[in-house]
């Protein structure tokens, strides 16, 4: 059974860099034709699609965060990352990763969830 | 960028109602939505794709319709433990989703 599993800091300060790791078990993350994404939900919100990376390494980004977020994969060890950098508390949020499948591209498989909060 | 709008925003029903969920795109997005379940204080779980195909494991009292830039999701019968938000989505450039609509009982 394939599982996702967020890990990040908890808290960052206004102005820096967020970074977070998504790991994936039970699965290659590259294996052909996948797409790995992130999503976030802020407190009482609802979801925000962030950015998405293919296994060969094309990424796909919101518009109107594209200026701040890097999404990245490393196979060696099955996981990928974001990073959003100039972070402020409006970026608080639950940021969940998944998966999304070949040839029909909702997500089909959501890691639990980790809340990152912006304050100083 | 397409937008998705959802309706009602809230919605209150009964146990064993007929319940339907709304959602429209600004532009018309094929038959690429999905439709999601989130529970409080949890990630969303997959419950329609490709506007009306029912993820593996998920009860039959839920389907979904539509194509072009209008659909629904109904849950045939409501139970107890539907009380959540839901969801729609699109994809067929890049992914967007609607605002929510929570489902009291």
């Known amino acids: 059974q394939l599982q996702l599993q967020e890990s990040g800091p908890g808290l960052v300060k206004p102005s820096e860099t967020l970074s977070l790791t998504c790991t994936v078990s039970g699965g290659s993350i590259s294996s052909s034709s996948y797409y790995w994404g992130w999503i976030r939900q802020p407190p009482g919100k609802g979801l925000e699609w962030i950015g998405s990376?293919?296994?060969?390494?094309?990424?796909y980004y919101n518009a109107s965060l594209k200026s701040r977020v890097t999404i990245s994969v490393d196979t060696s060890k099955n996981q990928f990352s974001l990073k959003l950098s100039s972070v402020t508390a409006a970026d608080t949020a639950v940021y969940y990763c998944?998966?999304?499948?070949?040839?029909?591209?909702?997500?089909?498989?959501w890691g639990q969830g980790t809340l990152l909060t912006v304050s100083s | 960028d397409i937008q998705m709008t959802q309706s009602p925003s809230t919605l209150s029903a009964s146990v064993g109602d007929r319940v339907t969920i709304t959602c429209r795109a600004s532009q018309s997005i094929g038959s690429w939505l999905a439709w999601y379940q989130q529970k409080p204080g949890k990630a969303p779980k997959l419950l329609i794709y490709?506007?009306?195909s029912l993820e593996s494991g998920v009860p039959s009292r839920f389907s979904g319709s539509g194509s072009g830039t209008e659909f629904t999701l109904t849950i045939s019968s409501l139970q107890p433990d539907d009380l959540a938000t839901y969801y729609c989505q699109q994809y067929n450039s890049y992914w967007t989703f609607g605002q929510g609509t929570k489902v009291e009982i």
């Open positions: 490709k506007a009306s």
């Open positions: 990376i293919y296994y060969s390494g094309n990424t």
């Open positions: 998944a998966r999304t499948p070949p040839g029909d591209y909702h997500f089909d498989y």
